[in-house]
């Protein structure tokens, strides 16, 4: 990750489509994480946004933040030498968040966009890595 951030998206399984789908809520949490992120940057602190299809005809989609997370003790989680070799991961409960994603428009996408935006931009050489995005429940 290098600059103001990325973008990516999250490929939902047919149950998974189905289920976020549905107009009624999710039968339990559904989660959003960022799995082995590793990097050089402790007092980076990364804002997560779901992606919404654009509605207004601009082209570009809506971002609904999900949280943020301050990447306190990457550097000690990203040290091959260490202990914890896997990096941080950061998990953020999108249930609440899903009421505006649901219905048909979602039942008929197949994956949803996630955006990983630094509070101040990086450098651009890359100093932060996310390994995986993945919505589960």
Known sequence: M???GVRTSVVLTPAGQYH???RE???GPVYLALENVRGTRDATILNVYLLLPDEGGT???RQLLVGGEAL???RRASNLQG???AGLT???DITPKLGELQGPQLLQSKKIGVSIVPERPLPNAPDITVGRVSIFR
């Open 2 to 4: 290098t600059g103001t």
């Open 20 to 22: 976020l789908g549905a």
């Open 25 to 27: 809520a999710p039968s």
């Open 59 to 61: 082209g570009a989609p």
């Open 72 to 74: 306190y003790g990457l």
């Open 83 to 85: 202990s914890n070799r």
């Open 90 to 92: 950061l998990v953020f």
